[in-house]
């Protein structure tokens, strides 16, 4: 069972930045894409930034140019780098990873890391 452990969320002000760090133990399995997500009060959890493990990023518009994911395939970690903060990313944000192993396709989460931009 691969656990993954969140760290770096924090209340900051607009216009700051924060770089949230995620990894992964106990992998058995090879990990194909890490991402992040995050959930709002009220809202559903969505798709901040992705990547693969040969390093193609896919990122959701609110955050495109603004936010940098970056991934240690040797280490298992995922970080996400977060400049030009705004107050609507506030969030519980989510590390996620995909792995595969004997066809059969897995999906892990972290417990969630709280980001609160404050304007």
């Known amino acids: 069972q691969v656990q993954l452990v969140e760290t770096g969320g924090a209340l900051v002000q607009a216009g700051g930045s924060l770089r949230l760090s995620c990894a992964a133990s106990g992998v058995r399995f090879r990990i194909n894409a890490m991402g992040w997500y995050r959930q709002a009060p009220g809202k559903q959890r969505e798709l901040v930034a992705t990547i693969t493990s040969d390093g193609s990023t896919n990122y959701a518009d609110s955050v495109k140019g603004r936010f940098t994911i970056s991934r240690d395939n040797a280490k298992n970690t995922v970080a996400l780098q977060m400049n030009s903060l705004k107050p609507e990313d506030t969030a519980v944000y989510y590390c996620?990873?995909?792995?595969?192993?004997?066809?059969?396709?897995?999906?892990?989460w972290g417990q969630g890391t709280q980001v609160t931009v404050s304007s």
């Open positions: 996620n990873a995909k792995a595969l192993s004997a066809s059969i396709r897995y999906d892990f």
